[in-house]
């Protein structure tokens, strides 16, 4: 059921808080895996995806002359604190609220797993996220159109196969791995290619 991710989603911010509590503010100015943004820049805009309403986002687009990256680097900056702390307590302040944009409620799943991702991995931090969510990110992601951020086109070239996972979805050449991995990579994270086998690994590569 739809209404049943929110309660994964919420479970993903608290834990998210917990790990930002731990860094010291230097690390808070490490690039993240997110092209062109560092951890801090990745924590504001959770909270400006956090904070965003259907409506909100509709005039937010317009506003950016229907930009997403014009939209998302106005999101971050007005989010963004004069201090990791106060960030952090914008993000903690945030972390139950049920608001969305016009997506399907899975994405929230994605926008938390990935963005969770494009912070760890980079600090040398680990989660181990819960299979049913990283699974229903997978899923929406590539069922969703590249031009809406997904990678729906990417599964006619490629089948994707998780070594931890039931799941098996694609045609083409094979790539094998864990979902977390998969998912990552399907999202444009060249940092998770290490983690994956198969003739379909460059057909990633050559698409990110």
């Not at 993903?12 to 503010?25: I, K, P, Q, S, Y």
Request: proline residues 6%; hydrophobic residues 40%; neutral net charge.
């Amino acid at each position: 059921m739809a209404q049943d991710v929110w309660p994964m989603v919420h479970a993903e911010r608290a834990a998210l808080v917990e790990d930002l509590g731990r860094l010291g503010e230097e690390q808070w100015d490490e690039p993240s895996l997110c092209a062109g943004w560092t951890v801090h820049d990745v924590v504001a805009h959770l909270v400006d995806t956090a904070r965003t309403t259907r409506l909100g986002f509709v005039v937010g687009l317009a506003g950016a002359r229907f930009d997403f990256d014009r939209q998302n680097a106005r999101g971050v900056a007005r989010e963004r604190g004069a201090t990791p702390g106060e960030t952090l307590e914008r993000l903690r302040r945030v972390a139950s609220r049920r608001s969305t944009p016009p997506a399907p409620l899975d994405s929230r799943l994605v926008e938390e797993v990935v963005h969770g991702e494009d912070i760890r991995r980079p600090l040398g931090l680990t989660r181990a996220y819960p299979p049913s969510a990283v699974g229903r990110a997978l899923r929406l992601q590539v069922r969703t159109p590249a031009s809406f951020g997904g990678a729906r086109e990417l599964l006619a070239r490629v089948r994707l196969s998780a070594t931890d996972a039931d799941v098996r979805m694609g045609a083409g050449p094979e790539v094998t791995g864990p979902a977390l991995s998969l998912l990552l990579a399907v999202c444009g994270r060249e940092a998770a290619f290490g983690d994956l086998d198969g003739p379909g690994v460059a057909v990633l590569s050559s698409a990110s």
